[in-house]
Nanobody, 116 residues
Framework: QVRLVESGGGLVQAGGSLRLSCTPSGVIINIRAMGWYRQAPGKQRDMVATITRGGSTDYADSVKGRFTISRDTIKNTVYLQMNSLKPEDTAIYYC??????????WGQGTQVTVSS
């Protein structure tokens, strides 16, 4: 069973930066896009940023200009560089791999906490 291995979460002060990374533990075929979602306590899980197989990116309005998604196509690793972090960015961040056919893959989540 392939898992998505996430790393890079933690506690940071407002204005600080963190970099998340996500790597599959095995081979995943038919990848359409990779991305990051987040879920704050009592709220739904929302898209933060995605990057397609072709390299097109999409961002939530709340993170545009502060977060950057990128990928290493050889390692099949996706990164999320988060700058100018705000307390409202506090959430569990989940890695996602969407496929053309078949179920999506989800990571176990990594906690990001931004203190004011």
């Amino acid at each position: 069973q392939v898992r998505l291995v996430e790393s890079g979460g933690g506690l940071v002060q407002a204005g600080g930066s963190l970099r998340l990374s996500c790597t599959p533990s095995g081979v995943i075929i038919n990848i359409r896009a990779m991305g990051w979602y987040r879920q704050a306590p009592g709220k739904q899980r929302d898209m933060v940023a995605t990057i397609t197989r072709g390299g097109s990116t999409d961002y939530a309005d709340s993170v545009k200009g502060r977060f950057t998604i990128s990928r290493d196509t050889i390692k099949n690793t996706v990164y999320l560089q988060m700058n100018s972090l705000k307390p409202e960015d506090t959430a569990i961040y989940y890695c996602n791999v969407a496929r053309y056919t078949g179920n999506d893959y989800w990571g176990q989540g990594t906690q990001v906490t931004v203190s004011s």
